[in-house]
């Protein structure tokens, strides 16, 4: 049963502007997803990340909840090998999934200098 949707876009040329800022990287990206955006080409890094935060806003949607709900390093966006996305949540945004028995499904896209970002929460 769906218990929640939400989506997102961000500009990539935005993102690009905002990655230049250590304390935004901090703030905004968890160890592992950070480890991730490094290992790619400045313009996939940008692109990835815009994904990643788009995603980030999509999830907390689909909670009900605004930016500052939850801290959004805590709301990781990685990879499986094959390349779909995933979240690797932490903290109070794990907790509140677990304690209302919900998953959290993620979809993203690329085009014309935008990333897009789809969040399902099912029940458990």
């Given at each position: ?9 961000v ?100 085009e ?13």
């Amino acid at each position: 049963m769906i218990a929640g949707v939400g989506a997102d876009m961000v500009r990539v040329e935005r993102m690009e502007k905002s990655l230049a800022s250590e304390a935004f990287w901090q703030r905004v990206f968890g160890a592992e997803e950070r480890a991730f955006l490094e290992k790619l080409s400045p313009a996939r890094k940008a692109a990835s990340a815009a994904a990643n935060f788009a995603a980030k806003e999509a999830f907390l949607k689909a909670c009900g909840k605004g930016l500052g709900g939850f801290a959004l390093a805590e709301i990781q966006v990685l990879r499986e090998k094959s390349g779909a996305p995933y979240y690797a949540l932490r903290g109070a945004a794990a907790a509140h999934l677990a304690e209302k028995g919900l998953h959290a499904a993620l979809s993203l896209s690329h085009e014309a200098g935008l990333a897009l970002a789809f969040a399902v929460l099912e029940k458990s």
